[in-house]
């Protein structure tokens, strides 16, 4: 989460810049006897060695203090302007056996990949002469992404045609809105994905997305707040803006300089009304759990979900030499009714911190919302309503890799079934037919032992994962995700519990009635 509206905020004081120059000077002298004296100081990296030093020192202090190189700087800085650089191709991975592979399962219209035509279903083998096989997801991300301008190599399978391919893309800028997607779901329901986190265009992309669904006469909002890990702390004010009438506490922020002490009040004369519903996970943190802190205190809508990840701390950015950054923590954060979100981190390291692992039973404070409800503070937002999303069975993770293969083989043309384009979705799911010759597909794998009845007790199953891939290879992944959100336990309940946010928001009798 970060305070500064823009990048750069370099301390340029006569004091620091002395300060500066020791501590430079000292890591300069111990990298120097290092690299000269350690055993494999010939074979050592003198910028990863200082990049480590620097990290190290960080992780001393707190979880989210960072510092970037100026690859990582640049990227990260991308992020926060809902951008990046790299080829428009969406990746996933899939494995068949003990093989696990990384495939091409969506393209951004007018990007590098179009242009290369690559295309759902496509292997990736090798990015810049390193082998892909086995590697995550994120890795393989990670090596396609890259400067702007600059060129990748890549070795793909085509999957119309078989053939092995070797492509030279050029990386450029590519759009990353932090709103994914918005649609009406059944009931006149509208939802927005808010899962990229927030960056410098959250709260216009949010504007326009009320707008398109005003149009279709919504009644109530879901806004998707998992997975997303938070961003720059304006634009999660200006969110929760859009719902608290003016006057509304939004967060206090307190910091150990004066320039750090600040408080957000909205000032919004003419807030959203519709009945309001917001979904957290364990992956919701930061700006995400301000703006469920802020609408939870003033009871303007029911949190339905996970715990949240409790991350209370605000970063500032702070440009370095030679295009490298830093994030450093500057202030902490509190909610209207004056509840900390953070999580404590003084007890152990950061493997337990990332995976919750706490040492024991947590004293957590009590404070209370505007309605008089009891809320907690030190780790993190309670939801309201505890709904956890489904977890793949492993069962469950194997059929979902074979449907992709499946349909993978059907866009090929390597496996006669119904015909693919003429294959229509009803109520997110595929024909009988299709779902039939799946099974066959699966019973026919000599490697698998996977019975008849299994099977078809998890014919809803593998329809709707079906459905998922087909969408995914004829229209891409946004519309596909719309297959998932569509069956989604915590959407569908928040769907029946929008009676009971709109009670929630009405106990305070200044949201006003439609």
């Given at each position: 989460m970060f305070t500064a509206s823009k990048p750069g905020g370099s301390d340029t004081s006569t004091s620091t810049n002395k300060e500066s120059r020791k501590i430079l000077g000292d890591l300069s002298e111990a990298i120097r006897i290092i690299t000269s004296r350690h055993v494999n100081g010939d074979r050592m990296e003198v910028d990863s060695l200082a990049k480590n030093s620097i990290t190290g020192a960080l992780q001393t202090l707190d979880p989210h203090s960072s510092y970037f190189d100026a690859g990582e700087y640049t990227e990260f800085l991308d992020e926060q302007q809902s951008e990046y650089s790299g080829i428009g191709a969406t990746i996933a991975g899939y494995s068949r056996g003990e093989r696990s592979?990384?495939?091409?399962?969506?393209?951004?219209?007018?990007?590098?990949?179009?242009?290369?035509?690559?295309?759902?279903?496509?292997?990736?083998?090798?990015?810049?002469?390193?082998?892909?096989?086995?590697?995550?997801?994120?890795?393989?991300?990670?090596?396609?992404?890259?400067?702007?301008?600059?060129?990748?190599?890549?070795?793909?399978?085509?999957?119309?045609?078989?053939?092995?391919?070797?492509?030279?893309?050029?990386?450029?800028?590519?759009?990353?809105?932090s709103i994914r997607d918005s649609f009406v779901l059944p009931g006149d329901v509208g939802y927005i994905a808010m899962t990229e986190g927030f960056n410098y265009t959250t709260a216009s992309e949010l504007g326009a997305a009320l707008q398109n669904l005003h149009r279709r006469s919504i009644?109530?909002?879901?806004?998707?707040?998992?997975?997303?890990?938070?961003?720059?702390?304006?634009?999660?004010?200006?969110?929760?803006?859009?719902?608290?009438?003016?006057?509304?506490?939004?967060?206090?922020?307190?910091?150990?300089?004066?320039?750090?002490?600040?408080?957000?009040?909205?000032?919004?004369?003419?807030?959203?009304?519709?009945?309001?519903?917001?979904?957290?996970?364990?992956?919701?943190?930061?700006?995400?759990?301000?703006?469920?802190?802020?609408?939870?205190?003033?009871?303007?809508?029911?949190?339905?979900?996970?715990?949240?990840?409790?991350?209370?701390?605000?970063?500032?950015?702070?440009?370095?030499?030679?295009?490298?950054?830093?994030?450093?923590?500057?202030?902490?954060?509190?909610?209207?009714?004056?509840?900390?979100?953070?999580?404590?981190?003084s007890d152990g390291g950061l493997y337990d911190y990332y995976n919750h692992h706490t040492a024991g039973a947590l004293t957590r404070a009590v404070t209370k919302t505007s309605a008089n409800r009891t809320v907690f503070s030190g780790d993190g937002i309670d939801p309201d309503e505890i709904c956890n999303s489904h977890q793949m069975t492993s069962i469950e993770r194997k059929i979902d890799d074979l449907s992709f293969f499946f349909i993978r083989d059907l866009v090929a043309g390597r496996r006669k079934a119904p015909t693919i384009l003429s294959t229509k979705i009803?109520?997110?799911?595929?024909?009988?037919?299709?779902?039939?010759?799946?099974?066959?597909?699966?019973?026919?794998?000599?490697?698998?032992?996977?019975?008849s009845d299994?099977?078809?007790?998890?014919?809803?199953?593998?329809?709707?994962?079906?459905?998922?891939?087909?969408?995914?290879?004829?229209?891409?992944?946004?519309?596909?995700?719309?297959?998932?959100?569509?069956?989604?336990?915590?959407?569908?309940?928040?769907?029946?519990?929008?009676p009971k946010a709109r009670d929630l928001a009405l106990l305070n009798n200044h949201y006003g009635r439609q």
């Open positions: 592979d990384t495939y091409v399962t969506s393209i951004a219209r007018n990007s590098p990949a179009s242009n290369a035509g690559l295309a759902f279903g496509d292997r990736i083998l090798k990015v810049n002469g390193e082998d892909m096989a086995g590697k995550s997801t994120d890795d393989v991300r990670d090596a396609v992404r890259g400067p702007v301008e600059s060129k990748v190599k890549l070795l793909v399978e085509r999957n119309l045609t078989g053939r092995i391919e070797t492509l030279e893309l050029r990386r450029r800028l590519l759009q990353q809105p009644k109530g909002l879901i806004l998707d707040l998992r997975e997303n890990p938070g961003g720059i702390l304006d634009q999660a004010v200006k969110v929760a803006e859009k719902f608290l009438p003016a006057g509304s506490l939004i967060v206090t922020q307190k910091g150990r300089s004066s320039i750090d002490n600040r408080v957000w009040v909205s000032r919004n004369r003419a807030p959203e009304t519709l009945p309001l519903v917001l979904l957290v996970n364990e992956e919701s943190a930061s700006a995400s759990e301000i703006l469920a802190g802020a609408l939870q205190d003033h009871d303007r809508a029911l949190i339905i979900g996970e715990k949240t990840f409790g991350k209370g701390l605000v970063q500032s950015l702070y440009d370095g030499p030679g295009g490298t950054g830093l994030t450093l923590t500057t202030a902490r954060y509190f909610t209207p009714s004056g509840r900390s979100i953070q999580r404590d981190y009803s109520n997110n799911s595929v024909s009988e037919e299709l779902t039939k010759s799946f099974v066959n597909y699966v019973m026919a794998q000599p490697t698998l032992n996977f019975a299994r099977l078809q007790s998890m014919t809803s199953f593998i329809s709707d994962r079906l459905a998922y891939n087909l969408v995914m290879a004829t229209k891409g992944d946004v519309q596909a995700s719309r297959i998932s959100i569509a069956g989604d336990q915590p959407v569908i309940k928040a769907i029946s519990q929008l």
